[in-house]
């Protein structure tokens, strides 16, 4: 079992996956601790609302974004947690949290990466009329949305879809991939070669 610490901005539906894939079994990991980059993110509330710890950073602690994120790695090695996971979480991280915990960020992006990177990967996706999107789980690097990829998923763009209704099916594939995802992590399947690929053990 890993222990995770969660990073999140917003409403947290892919930490709710992750709670719930937990409780149900399917990751054999705890939640340690979820840290929120806005005090009154409707995630902290998942997190309460499941017996977790929460911390909520204010704009003001953004203001000096190393700062934040020495905060961060202070707040996480209290509570033990050996894999960061983004979830929903806008903000870049730094040298300080990578520093700490070495091929150990986890994030998400929904889309196909290298494809559409960045904060508006579906509606990009979308706009561009392209046929096919999907969402990819990777370790984080200095770099927005780079870093090693561990799984993805494509999903056909419908001739009928709409942003509103491609955005709920990229949801939808997100909260079985992620917790799919770092259940590898936690079996101890996934390990980064000399190339920076990586390689998924049976």
């Not at 961060?72 to 990578?98: D, F, K, N, Q, S």
């Not at 509103?164 to 399947?189: D, F, K, M, N, T």
Request: hydrophobic letters at 45%; glycine letters at 8%; aromatic letters at 6%.
């Amino acid at each position: 079992m890993i222990r995770l610490g969660v990073l999140i901005s917003g409403s947290g539906t892919n930490l709710q996956a992750i709670i719930d894939a937990v409780a149900e079994g399917r990751l054999d990991a705890e939640v340690a601790l979820v840290c929120s980059s806005r005090p009154d993110a409707y995630g902290l509330r998942r997190a309460q609302a499941a017996g977790i710890p929460t911390r909520g950073l204010s704009r003001e602690v953004y203001a000096d974004p190393l700062a934040a994120d020495r905060i961060i790695v202070e707040e996480m090695r209290a509570a033990g947690v050996e894999y960061v996971v983004m979830a929903g979480y806008m903000r870049m991280v730094t040298a300080p949290l990578l520093a700490a915990f070495p091929d150990r960020v986890v994030n998400i992006h929904p889309a196909l990466l290298p494809s559409f990177p960045g904060a508006h990967g579906i509606a990009d996706a979308f706009n561009a009329g392209v046929k096919v999107t999907g969402v990819t789980v990777h370790f984080a690097n200095e770099r927005y949305d780079e870093g090693p990829i561990i799984a993805q998923q494509a999903l056909a763009i419908e001739e009928d879809d709409s942003p509103e209704s491609l955005e709920e099916r990229i949801h939808a594939i997100e909260h079985v991939l992620y917790p799919q995802a770092l259940q590898y992590i936690a079996q101890g399947r996934v390990r980064i070669d000399e190339n920076r690929r990586v390689r998924i053990a049976k």
